[in-house]
């Protein structure tokens, strides 16, 4: 996260070099001074300025790119692509003023920009689309958050505007090990990728439809809401937000060291009272977190749980995370992270099941502000589509290698 405000320092320096390796100190005619203006002009033209001195100024983001061979059974490739809407490549624009001593107000600018979302790829579509905004090409471009804010010290934070409700991604938040991007319950990788039966034909069903939700954020993307965000006492939080077409939600936040562990936790309760084709539908959604993580060894566990019903259509059911393993430095680039992880999403409503189990390892390079992490998921589908004919389904394998870097 870099504050870009130079021009001031660089002219300075820009001034002592002038002097430094002028031919005679006395002799600082027109043609010094303005080639000196030049430079600084120049300099001031390539440099991200604020439009006033009153308002800070942060630019921060990350690029992001993974490759990824799949199998579904009958058909194998290999594609480039992001990691998906909300964690695809993307740029930030943030910054805040003081009103009075204790309260600031700010901004949170957010787009992504990438070449291909895979929550749209599948077996036809190498190169998807952007899932969100209406997208319809593969190199998009689509705002992710705009809001303003108003923050005390002591009462907390009021933001109005495009941005992510409590329930956006709350669960799988608590994760601190350093696997978050690569392995959460979300279906980043396989989302629209069509199952196929033990025939060998395609069943009509995608690995997105089949669990509840995709599987596990039912409400996982941002909105045009209110949101408020108290200030944090021993450790605890509290939020709330509503949004378009009545949808709401509550959370408590928990995180701290206990007895050697860090410790975080969350539980949130959504509600959207919307039609079937607005951003959440009719549907009642509640989930929980917890991460912990022994200080000394680096070992770790988390545990995420969903339970989701949709008033409207047959899709309802739970949904169980687990991830288990160890974070440690065993070199000088930064820290390792090996992994296993597990998912159960059941659907009732459609008697549909899906799982997944993976392992994987993440290398941090802290001197580049990067992660590094190669992936192996086997999906697994039962009942729903897979009843079809008796057929059953095929499973479906993937093997990832992606990068993330920060700026």
């Keep these: 996260m870099n504050k870009y405000s130079l021009s001031a320092l660089a002219a300075a320096g820009l001034l002592a070099g002038s002097f430094a390796t002028g031919a005679n100190a006395a002799d600082l005619g027109g043609n010094c001074c303005a080639d000196l203006e030049e430079r600084i002009a120049e300099l001031e033209a390539t440099t991200a300025r604020?439009?006033?001195?009153?308002?800070?100024?942060?630019?921060?983001?990350?690029?992001a790119e993974q490759v990824t061979y799949w199998d579904d059974g009958v058909e194998s490739n290999t594609y480039v692509t992001g990691l998906g809407s909300t964690l695809a490549t993307n740029v930030k624009f943030t910054g805040q003023a003081t009103i009075v001593p204790?309260?600031?107000?700010?901004?949170?600018?957010?787009?992504?920009?990438d070449g291909s979302d895979s929550l749209t790829t599948n077996q036809t579509t190498p190169r998807g689309p952007g899932l969100l905004g209406g997208a319809v090409s593969n190199n998009f471009v689509q705002t992710m958050q705009s809001f303003w804010f108003i923050k005390s010290e002591s009462l907390g934070k009021v933001s109005i505007g495009l941005q992510s409700m409590v329930s956006d991604n709350a669960a799988i938040l608590v994760d601190g090990s350093g696997s978050l991007v690569p392995a959460n319950w979300v279906a980043f990788d396989f989302l629209s990728f069509g199952i196929r039966n033990n025939a060998g034909g395609f069943t009509g069903g995608t690995w997105g439809g089949q669990g509840v939700c995709i599987p596990g954020d039912c409400f996982g993307v941002p909105a045009n809401s209110v949101r408020y965000d108290s200030p944090t006492f021993a450790g605890f939080s509290a939020s709330a937000s509503w949004g378009d077409d009545d949808t709401w939600d509550v959370g408590i936040r928990y995180a701290g060291e206990v007895h050697g562990f860090k410790l975080a936790a969350t539980a949130v309760y959504a509600e959207s009272?919307?039609?079937?084709?607005?951003?959440?539908?009719?549907a009642e959604y509640f989930q929980a977190g917890l991460y912990a993580q022994h200080i000394g060894t680096g070992l770790f566990g988390l545990v995420n749980y969903a339970d989701f019903e949709n008033n409207l259509v047959a899709n309802e059911g739970d949904v169980w995370y687990f991830k288990a393993g160890i974070r440690q430095k065993w070199n000088h680039l930064g820290a390792t992270v090996l992994y296993g992880?597990?998912?159960?999403?059941?659907?009732?409503?459609?008697?549909?099941e899906l799982k997944w189990y993976g392992a994987g390892v993440v290398q941090e390079i802290d001197a580049a502000a990067m992660s590094m992490w190669l992936k192996y998921r086997n999906i697994e589908a039962d009942g729903g589509v897979c009843d079809v004919g008796a057929q059953g389904c095929q499973d479906f394998d993937e093997l990832t290698f992606g990068a993330l870097i920060n700026f």
């Design 102 to 113: 204790g309260w600031t107000a700010g901004y949170v600018l957010h787009i992504e920009a």
């Design 341 to 352: 992880e597990y998912l159960d999403s059941d659907d009732d409503a459609r008697n549909a």
């Design 273 to 282: 009272t919307g039609a079937v084709s607005s951003l959440f539908g009719d």
């Design 50 to 63: 604020k439009g006033n001195r009153k308002v800070s100024l942060t630019i921060s983001g990350w690029v």
